[in-house]
């Protein structure tokens, strides 16, 4: 399995990213996938995972500005980032579960990326 995450960069506040995971090396269907992200001196947190039904969902504080989708046809899971804070910045993991669900919590994920780096100026 290989998760390769693209589409970070250096944004002001206010402003949008699109995250892009790109998976191989698995039946894309049968997976629950996710976003995690680490601040620096924070522990990793969960942000948003579609499961292996489609059903997309958002951690609560990030609901109206972050959507999460996957496209299985062509593998790749997206989270869309709108109206960006300082807050935001952080390194972001795309995550992967065997299974239909619960890729929300850190302890059951198999497989991660190597993340991919957001940073907000204000």
């Known amino acids: 399995v290989r998760l390769v995450e693209s589409g970070g960069g250096s944004v002001q506040a206010g402003g949008s990213l699109r995250l892009s995971c790109v998976g191989s090396?698995?039946?894309?269907?049968?997976?629950?996938m996710g976003w995690f992200r680490q601040a620096p001196g924070k522990p990793r947190e969960w942000v948003a995972s579609?499961?292996?039904?489609?059903?997309?969902t958002i951690g609560d504080s990030l609901k109206g500005r972050f959507n999460v989708s996957r496209d299985d046809a062509k593998k790749v899971l997206f989270l869309q980032m709108n109206n960006l804070t300082p807050e935001d910045s952080a390194l972001y993991y795309c995550?992967?579960?065997?299974?239909?669900?619960?890729?929300?919590?850190?302890?059951?994920?198999?497989?991660w990326g190597q993340g991919t780096q957001i940073t907000v100026s204000s």
């Open positions: 090396g698995y039946t894309f269907g049968g997976v629950c």
């Open positions: 579609v499961d292996g039904y489609g059903v997309g």
């Open positions: 995550a992967l579960k065997w299974g239909l669900r619960d890729c929300d919590e850190e302890s059951r994920i198999q497989f």
